[in-house]
């Protein structure tokens, strides 16, 4: 009797563990699958800002994020929310007689969003093709204490863009050996992307001061707060261009989530009024997806 009872709960056991182990090859491309992410990259950011100095400033940072999307073969929707600290060098010819060397910080916060549709002629079971329109609102804040009066520059960068993420299915369908001579080993069947996203600025707007960042306005007794009296030479202009890309490496899990690699690329140029700034960021990083729902289209 307790030969039997131990029989039936290994058994038992067993079924369990198979109903949740769901091969990844069983994924409904018709579903929408909505994901939690976060994310941490190293990055690499270049800059300089006419308004102060022409010199290129660059160094590395950490850069935070966290976003909401959901998915499916026919769209794509994403809602991103990134923090970016970096420090920067100023790139000088190097002088025994005076030393040139300054250090800025620039604080970056960043809000992205886009909703992409499928492009069904030219998408198959192994390519799928998304386009569609996107916004990116950019604030950052840099210090520089070499530049002294100016030592505080603030720009403001949105830009609607539009966007193609091409998707490619890599996945292994079926489970595979691999004789090593010494062992064998055995890969699991595992669903598998490679994504690549564009996006190109159409209208960029920066909000930008004149010809520098000092700057006395008049102040009217209380009516004046600080913010204003600061932002008094800052202007919205529209002008210039931004460039994005993004590569993803997706492997994901029996119970639907998923590991990524990445790497981010952009570069901007907004004249302003007067000055113009520039900035190119490398990020490559790694992101975890968490499943949170899966809504089967009707």
Known sequence: ??????????????????????????????????????????????????????????????????????????????????????????????????????????????????????IGRISNDQWNFKAGPSLVITQNIRINPALLNNALGLENLTNLMVTGLVTRDISRMRERRLNLYLFKVTLPERRRELRAQLNIGV???????????????????????????????????????????????????HNGNAFCLLYEWDALHAPGRHEAFQMAIHNVGFAYYFERKIRLKK
């Not at 940072?61 to 976003?67: D, E, F, K, R």
Request: negative net charge.
């Open 1 to 118: 009797m307790a030969c039997m009872t131990v029989c039936c709960s290994v058994s038992i056991f067993a079924q369990k563990t198979d109903l949740t182990l769901v091969p990844s090859s069983s994924f409904d491309p018709t579903a929408i699958r909505e994901y939690f992410s976060g994310n941490f990259s190293a990055g690499l950011v270049t800059y300089r800002d006419f308004a102060t100095s022409p010199l290129f400033y660059s160094g590395p940072g950490l850069v935070l994020s966290t976003y909401n999307s959901d998915r499916s073969a026919q769209r794509d929707q994403m809602l991103d929310l990134r923090f970016g600290f970096y420090s920067a060098f100023a790139m000088v010819p190097e002088s025994s007689v005076l030393s040139s060397m300054t250090t800025a910080t620039l604080s970056q916060v960043q809000v992205y969003y886009h909703y992409l549709m499928g």
């Open 203 to 253: 209208l960029n707007f920066n909000f930008r001061p004149g010809y520098a960042y000092t700057y006395d306005a008049e102040i009217i007794g209380t009516e004046t707060s600080p913010l204003e009296w600061a932002l008094a030479n800052y202007r919205w202009t529209m002008n210039g261009w931004r460039l994005q890309t993004r590569l993803e490496w997706l492997w994901y899990l």
